[in-house]
């Protein structure tokens, strides 16, 4: 029983990483990803809605109409949503402010409908709390892994800590759009390299 | 990669006589006087820059191949040619590690991680020139004086600055010459002229998109133009519009095959660089403008098609 | 004036996916071939320029006047749900040669975001009810643009030897990159004209 739920995490955060294996989410993930901090704070955002929307669909999956449950799955989202819009708005306002709208776009992040649908919608209330734990923490690390380059190379900082000397020509087009795209289509690769070399080796 | 050896590719060199070798060391050498007057009106730093960069792309590109074990053939010229349009198309003030990161970046990304020799759809160095231009904003327009290398504007920021002061800009015939800021290989309009009449006369390019390029620039900074300062004239020898239009536009690979293609293709790189010059954020808008046709390329190619399947389009 | 600025800014200096980074799943995902994804574009653009008007309405008629302005994600996200199964249904019924050209997208603008995107933006921009419309509009031309150009790109690249492991999403990555290098030409364009 253990093993069946420590699968489904590690799926999550490893195997089935929303962002480097499945490609889902990239929209925040390009956005969000300027800074190892906003990357922390999105990936738990989308932790906390994942896992609770996953719950609360488990727990319905009996009562939802199959017809409407696409519907009825993204009012379950969106609840949760505003709930973390309005809880960051009120303690992280600084936070709250630089994600701007992409924390009301967390209800179209196609990872949050994707669970429900193939795994909170078939899956017992815990199984699916752990998924959403599993997936909410890989898209996070993803997050903050392709953070990491771009700001230590586009900011010179870590978690807003300077780990680049001051005067370090850093390239300002990593925290920027060019920087996003390139810097996920590189990360990608290698991570497809890693996983071809390791399957070989 | 060895189900892919029968694929030829759209690049016209295939279907002549001339091989990429000869093509890539005919450009090169047609660089040759624009690159001289760049030294001598920059001093050693110039040679210096180019000589950084097109090591740095020679050396990528072998290292690149060697790691994904296909044939290395730095000798083909194509990386050297990619190397020295990036010397050229820095400023001379700007630090010496940014070429070498430029070439990294031009034959790593743009051009081998597409495939290679003729397989990118941007230009490489431009390609880089802008991103060098996006990530160290300050050192990229480090524009100096010639000969006496005093840090200066560029005529086309001057232009931009404000109403144009015939004192601060410089003499059109100082322009021709290359006696002003700005790129290393772009300053000289006539040692240009002179590398693009030679590829023109060895039918290396084709006349009609560097001819619909620069017409295109002459006859809108004419209409747009104030004062007669901001002419025509001026943006043709003002900036990289020689260079761009006779040695990068030009690219076989990122420009559309097809005779009409190629004017639609020359007219929107000038239209775009007109538009950025005149009324955009910056005061140079040649890479950009190409970069944006090579983007435009491929569909500017499929919508010119002579015919409408199977025959790859005559190219003369 | 308002108008161009606003078409301008949409289309070209804060383009959607170079820009805002919003939309970026079907860009990536129905950009292979130039045919599909400029019908991908076309329903997108209709979907929202119609879904700006639609949620300018509920916000000012009613999530403004009942006092519940923190419904705006939901009420929304409904608002466009339920606008796209409209859309499906109607280009079923009046035009069957289209629906079947759409038809598989049209599910998909639901969890675009770029619609939804583009309903928060317009209110917390403060348009009035034309101009949401306008910019709804815009940004979905934007939209259209760089999935076509995406579109002719790949085409092209389709016969090129890519390494490996940069195939597919990761060269799709770096190819919208240096088109995003590209569109910074743009920036600051007209910025003495542009009104916003």
Not at chain 3, 45 to 63: D, E, K, P
Not at chain 3, 136 to 149: N, S, Y
Request: one cysteine or more.
């Amino acid at each position: 029983m253990k093993n069946k739920y420590l699968k489904t995490l590690t799926d999550g955060v490893v195997t089935e990483n929303p962002l480097f294996r499945l490609v889902l989410g990239t929209c925040p993930a390009l956005a969000v990803s300027s800074a190892v901090a906003n990357g922390f704070w999105m990936g738990l955002m989308v932790i906390f809605v994942l896992t609770f929307s996953n719950m609360l669909i488990s727990a319905l999956r009996n009562f939802i109409p199959d017809k409407i449950r696409i519907p009825c799955y993204i009012v379950i989202i969106a609840t949760f949503v505003t709930i973390v819009d309005l809880l960051m708005a009120a303690y992280m306002h600084e936070m709250h402010k630089t994600l701007g709208i992409f924390i009301p776009l967390i209800v179209v992040n196609c990872i949050i409908l994707a669970r429900a649908e193939s795994f909170a919608s078939k899956n017992s209330i815990l199984h699916s709390a752990v998924d959403g734990i599993g997936m909410g923490l890989g898209f996070m690390a993803a997050l903050m892994i392709v953070a990491t380059f771009r700001e230590v190379l586009g900011n010179g900082t870590f978690f807003n800590i300077r780990v680049l000397p001051a005067g370090f020509p850093v390239a300002k087009v990593m925290v920027e759009a060019p920087g996003a795209f390139i810097t996920l289509g590189l990360v990608l690769g290698l991570i497809n390299l890693i996983t071809a070399r390791s399957k070989t080796a | 990669m060895e189900e892919n050896k029968l694929i030829v590719l759209s690049a016209p060199h295939f279907k002549s006589p001339l091989t990429t070798k000869k093509i890539m060391f005919t450009v090169i050498l047609a660089l040759i006087p624009a690159a001289a007057a760049s030294v001598v009106f920059f001093g050693i730093k110039a040679l210096l820059h180019i000589l950084i960069s097109v090591v740095a792309a020679v050396a990528t590109e072998f290292v690149v191949q060697k790691l994904l074990k296909k044939k290395i053939n730095i000798t083909d010229g194509s990386a050297i040619l990619t190397g020295l349009l990036m010397g050229m198309n820095l400023p001379a003030g700007a630090p010496l590690w940014i070429g070498a990161v430029g070439s990294i970046f031009a034959i790593a990304v743009v051009k081998e991680a597409f495939g290679g020799l003729g397989q990118n759809f941007m230009n490489p160095a431009l390609a880089a020139r802008a991103m060098l231009l996006a990530a160290w904003p300050s050192q990229m327009v480090s524009w100096v004086t010639p000969i006496d290398a005093i840090a200066t504007a560029t005529p086309l920021a001057i232009a931009k600055a404000g109403v144009p002061d015939t004192a601060t800009l410089p003499l059109l015939w100082d322009m021709f010459i290359g006696f002003v800021g700005g790129s290393l290989g772009e300053t000289s309009a006539l040692a240009l002229m002179i590398g693009g009449i030679y590829l023109i006369y060895k039918e290396i390019i084709d006349y009609r998109i560097p001819l619909s390029f620069l017409g295109t620039v002459f006859v809108l900074a004419t209409i747009f133009g104030v004062d007669g300062i901001n002419s025509g004239l001026f943006h043709l020898l003002g900036g990289g519009v020689m260079l761009g239009a006779i040695f990068m536009a030009t690219d076989y690979v990122t420009s559309p095959s097809t005779a009409k293609g190629r004017w639609i293709y020359g007219i929107g790189c000038g239209l775009i660089t007109i538009l950025i010059r005149f009324w955009g954020g910056y005061p140079e808008g040649v890479s950009f403008a190409i970069l944006l046709m090579n983007i435009c390329a491929p569909l500017i190619e499929n919508y010119t098609l002579p015919t409408k399947f199977g025959k790859v389009a005559k190219v003369k | 004036m308002k108008f161009i600025s606003i078409l301008l800014a949409g289309i070209l200096i804060n383009n959607f996916i170079f820009v805002r980074f919003l939309g970026i799943c079907p860009f990536l995902g129905v950009s292979q071939k130039v045919e599909t994804a400029v019908g991908m574009g076309v329903a997108v653009t209709f979907v929202m320029t119609v879904a700006s008007g639609i949620t300018w309405l509920i916000q000012h008629y009613v999530l403004d006047l009942f006092g519940i302005p923190y419904m705006q994600t939901v009420a929304f996200i409904l608002v466009i749900a339920a606008l796209v199964q409209f859309v499906e249904m109607v280009i079923q019924k009046t035009s069957p040669t289209l629906y079947q050209a759409l038809g598989v997208y049209l599910p998909l603008i639901t969890t675009n975001c770029a619609v939804l995107g583009v309903t928060v933006l317009n209110i917390q921009s403060d348009h009035n009810f034309f101009y949401a419309m306008v910019n709804g509009f815009a940004a979905a031309l934007g939209f259209l643009l760089a999935i076509t150009l995406m579109a002719g790109v790949r085409e092209k690249l389709e016969f090129s030897n890519i390494p490996k492991s940069l195939q597919g999403f990761p060269m799709a990555f770096i190819t919208a990159g240096l088109m995003a290098v590209a569109f910074y030409g743009f920036q600051g364009l007209f910025k003495d004209f542009l009104v916003l």
